[in-house]
């Protein structure tokens, strides 16, 4: 990741990467470094370690970690941010969906439940009361269709352990969107794919 120094003098910072759980609990150091920081530039750092035994995220087991940075300048801490991920393997054999090395049958809904035109998805805790019924009712996936889903619901069904199971993620359910826009749908899917737990894309365009 970069770092900047945006003033005009040299800064000393000390820098630290941690893998922590939900309640703060550390799991993993990646490293700390001490860099010298040069008035208005910018360096690159990189960290990595081995980890052998992660907790996977699985359905029903939404096993999640934070990354944590911190810079901290004569003692203090100046600067924190953190990022949730998970760590999940998925893929296809024939008719068959695997998850995390296990056969798996994904039941749910078929309804456009989460689709971004839908007004529910401007309240979250109907939002996280339907989710919950749908583990009480032993779904193990819910079908999501169209992209510009709100960022809290994606984040809501990875903390429930249901595996998003696309079927289509444009927003122009009748046609070709402009080529500018496929392409920040194109983008957006990827970015959903890297950061949620989306397990089969079906379709592009519907």
Same mark, same amino acid.
């Given at each position: 990741?970069?770092?900047?120094?945006?003033?005009?003098?040299?800064?000393?910072?000390?820098?630290?990467?941690?893998?922590?759980?939900?309640?703060?609990?550390?799991?993993?150091?990646?490293?700390?470094?001490?860099?010298?920081?040069?008035?208005?530039?910018?360096?690159?750092?990189?960290?990595?370690?081995?980890?052998?035994?992660? #907790?996977?995220?699985?359905?029903?087991?939404?096993?999640?970690?934070?990354?944590?940075?911190?810079?901290?300048?004569?003692?203090?801490?100046?600067?924190?941010?953190?990022?949730?991920?998970?760590?999940?393997?998925?893929?296809?054999?024939?008719?068959?969906?695997?998850?995390?090395?296990?056969?798996?049958?994904?039941?749910?809904?078929?309804?456009?439940?989460?689709?971004?035109?839908?007004?529910? #998805?401007?309240?979250?805790?109907?939002?996280?009361?339907?989710?919950?019924?749908?583990?009480?009712?032993?779904?193990?996936?819910?079908?999501?269709?169209?992209?510009?889903?709100?960022?809290?619901?994606?984040?809501?069904?990875?903390?429930?352990?249901?595996?998003?199971?696309?079927?289509?993620?444009?927003?122009?359910?009748?046609?070709?969107?402009?080529?500018?826009?496929?392409? #920040?749908?194109?983008?957006?899917?990827?970015?959903?794919?890297?950061?949620?737990?989306?397990?089969?894309?079906?379709?592009?365009?519907?």
């Amino acid at each position: 990741f970069d770092i900047r120094n945006e003033t005009d003098d040299t800064k000393a910072i000390d820098l630290s990467v941690d893998i922590i759980k939900p309640d703060g609990k550390m799991i993993k150091n990646l490293g700390d470094k001490k860099l010298s920081l040069k008035e208005k530039t910018t360096v690159k750092e990189k960290f990595a370690s081995a980890w052998d035994d992660p #907790e996977l995220w699985d359905v029903g087991k939404p096993n999640l970690y934070f990354i944590r940075f911190r810079i901290s300048e004569n003692g203090r801490l100046a600067y924190e941010r953190q990022e949730r991920f998970g760590f999940r393997e998925f893929w296809i054999d024939g008719p068959f969906f695997y998850l995390n090395g296990k056969r798996i049958t994904f039941r749910g809904d078929w309804v456009h439940l989460f689709w971004s035109g839908c007004p529910a #998805e401007m309240y979250p805790e109907y939002m996280r009361l339907v989710i919950k019924h749908m583990k009480d009712l032993n779904f193990q996936g819910t079908r999501f269709s169209a992209a510009d889903s709100p960022e809290w619901l994606l984040d809501m069904l990875d903390e429930a352990g249901l595996p998003i199971i696309a079927t289509g993620i444009t927003p122009n359910y009748y046609g070709l969107p402009h080529p500018k826009r496929m392409n #920040e749908i194109l983008e957006q899917t990827r970015e959903w794919i890297r950061r949620h737990n989306f397990v089969n894309i079906g379709a592009l365009l519907i």
